[in-house]
């Protein structure tokens, strides 16, 4: 999976947690859809950040 992907999936999530708390008032869903959002948001610092942080430190060199 690349990261612009990761990163769209991340949004509908978002998007899907909001809709379970603040729409529909579905708590537990909410936290549910919460806790899936913090594991992709995880695994995208992972998968997307640390590169980026290694290719500007080496920038900077």
Known sequence: M???K???EI???R???YQAYLID???SNA?????ELD???NKFRTMCQKPF????SLVML
């Open 2 to 4: 690349d990261c612009e």
């Open 6 to 8: 990761l990163r769209n």
């Open 11 to 13: 949004e509908d999530k």
């Open 15 to 17: 998007r899907e947690m």
């Open 25 to 27: 008032q579905n708590y």
């Open 31 to 35: 936290l549910v859809k919460s806790q």
């Open 39 to 41: 594991a992709m948001l």
């Open 53 to 56: 942080m290694i290719a500007m």
